[in-house]
């Protein structure tokens, strides 16, 4: 199985799963970045999900979940109880999967948009406006990569709503991120005119 084909099939795989549990979500991460700027190698994947704190549900993903994926329950129910990451493996592909319990953007999954990211595979992808907030919640964390993955956003993405993004970098503290990347993009821009 090479390695786009085993990436297609977790896609697939997790997609089907969260879709037949009604579970809002959306892919983020690399799959963004390279669906929005400059293609880039991607070994996981990042999803988004909404998801109740209600034992009940909890236990209904985990018990959908662990049929495909490597998991650990203990770690999964902490994780959506405080509202932080968890990771599953794919025992098919072994495509690591990071779930993100909650919105680091505020409405993030509101503003989803269904996509083609493959010939024949539409699924729900984060807007490219919070993409690139998402990376700059990733550069404040010290991601290099998250620099170079806005730059090609930017880049690639001559209609984006600039409004919208300053105000929300300003909500979550990222106004002199944002500033420093709009400046970096216009400057190699410029030389490369």
Same mark, same amino acid.
């Given at each position: 199985?090479?390695?786009?084909?085993?990436?297609?099939?977790?896609?697939?795989?997790?997609?089907?799963?969260?879709?037949?549990?009604?579970?809002?979500? $959306?892919?983020?991460?690399?799959?963004?970045?390279?669906?929005?700027?400059? !293609?880039?190698?991607?070994?996981?994947?990042? /999803?988004?999900?909404?998801?109740?704190? $209600?034992?009940?549900?909890?236990?209904?993903?985990?018990?959908?979940?662990?049929?495909?994926?490597?998991?650990?329950?203990?770690?999964?129910?902490?994780?959506?109880?405080?509202?932080?990451?968890?990771?599953?493996?794919?025992?098919?592909?072994?495509?690591? %999967?990071?779930?993100?319990?909650?919105?680091?953007? !505020?409405?993030?999954?509101?503003?989803?948009?269904?996509?083609? %990211?493959? !010939?024949?595979?539409?699924? !729900?992808?984060?807007?490219?406006?919070?993409?690139?907030?998402?990376?700059?919640?990733? /550069?404040?964390?010290?991601?290099? @990569?998250?620099?170079?993955?806005?730059?090609?956003?930017?880049?690639?993405? @001559?209609?984006?709503?600039?409004?919208? /993004?300053?105000?929300?970098?300003?909500?979550?503290?990222?106004?002199?991120?944002?500033?420093?990347?709009?400046?970096?993009?216009?400057?190699?821009?410029?030389?490369?005119?």
């Amino acid at each position: 199985m090479t390695k786009d084909s085993a990436l297609r099939e977790s896609i697939t795989r997790i997609h089907r799963v969260l879709t037949d549990h009604s579970i809002q979500f $959306h892919f983020t991460g690399g799959i963004a970045s390279t669906y929005y700027g400059e !293609p880039r190698f991607t070994q996981d994947l990042d /999803i988004v999900l909404r998801i109740s704190c $209600h034992a009940s549900d909890i236990k209904s993903l985990i018990s959908n979940l662990e049929k495909k994926y490597i998991l650990d329950e203990t770690v999964i129910t902490d994780a959506i109880k405080h509202r932080r990451m968890f990771q599953a493996l794919d025992k098919s592909t072994f495509v690591k %999967i990071d779930f993100y319990s909650d919105e680091k953007i !505020p409405n993030e999954l509101s503003r989803s948009v269904p996509t083609e %990211i493959l !010939p024949g595979l539409t699924v !729900p992808l984060v807007s490219v406006e919070d993409a690139i907030l998402s990376k700059l919640l990733w /550069i404040k964390g010290g991601s290099e @990569k998250a620099k170079r993955d806005i730059e090609g956003m930017m880049r690639a993405n @001559k209609h984006l709503q600039f409004e919208y /993004i300053e105000k929300t970098a300003h909500l979550l503290g990222l106004s002199n991120l944002f500033k420093e990347m709009l400046s970096q993009v216009s400057i190699d821009n410029k030389k490369a005119e």
